[in-house]
Structures are given as structure tokens and as C-alpha cells.
């Protein structure tokens, strides 16, 4: 059974950049799709960004051009890189296997992503 420890979140301004880590263990996560997704107040949890073993990437139009997710095999870790953050990108952000959708049907503490003058 793979867990996800997500970390790296924060209180950020409009414009700013935070970075998130997924910890992931297991001897699997190498030939595991990762994605990240998000949950804001009162709406559903949304897929924000893909990536596969090989390291194709996929992204919500929403975040195209401000996104870049990433991994690091050896480390068992994914990252999401985010830049330009808006109001909009405030939300709780979790990890889990998969590229379209989540493999695991348990969750992670998450990390609260708060964007705000």
C-alpha cells in the first residue's frame, strides 16, 4: 500500500510561487502516473496536474503556464512548482497515483495553499 505525505504549503500573495512535495512510499512509485490535485471550500476535488513514469504531463487549463509538475524517482517524491498564484488557487492539495484519475481511494493530510494580499 503506497502513502502520500504532502508538504510545502503555505500563506503566499497573489503572484507569488510555492512549491509542494509529495512523499510517496513503496518500491512501486517509479512505474506509478502521479498526480496532484486540490480541494477548495465547498467544491469538489479537481485534478490540477499529471505526470507519467516516463514523464509525460498533463495539466488543468486553469493552471497552464503558471504549473510545472515534476518527480524524482529516487527520492519517491513529486513536486508541483507554482508560479504566478492567484486568489483562485487557494485550496487544500493532495497527491495521489494515477493520471486521469486517482488509482488509491485514501487521501493524505494534504497541504493548505492559501493565496492572499
Known amino acids: 500500500q503506497v502513502q502520500f505525505v504532502e508538504s510545502g504549503g503555505g500563506l503566499v500573495q497573489p503572484g507569488g510561487s510555492l512549491r509542494l512535495s509529495c512523499a510517496a512510499s513503496?518500491?512501486?512509485?517509479?512505474?506509478?502516473?502521479m498526480a496532484w490535485y486540490r480541494q477548495a471550500p465547498g467544491k469538489k476535488r479537481e485534478l490540477v496536474a499529471a505526470?507519467?513514469?516516463?514523464?509525460?504531463?498533463n495539466y488543468a487549463d486553469s493552471v497552464k503556464g503558471r504549473f510545472t509538475i515534476s518527480r524524482d524517482n529516487a527520492k519517491n517524491t513529486v513536486y508541483l512548482q507554482m508560479n504566478s498564484l492567484k486568489p483562485e488557487d487557494t485550496a487544500v492539495y493532495y497527491c495521489?497515483?494515477?493520471?486521469?484519475?486517482?488509482?488509491?481511494?485514501?487521501w493524505g493530510q494534504g497541504t493548505q495553499v492559501t493565496v492572499s494580499s
Open positions: 513503496g518500491s512501486v512509485f517509479s512505474i506509478l502516473s
Open positions: 495521489n497515483a494515477g493520471f486521469t484519475g486517482p488509482i488509491y481511494n485514501y
Open positions: 505526470i507519467t513514469s516516463a514523464g509525460s504531463t
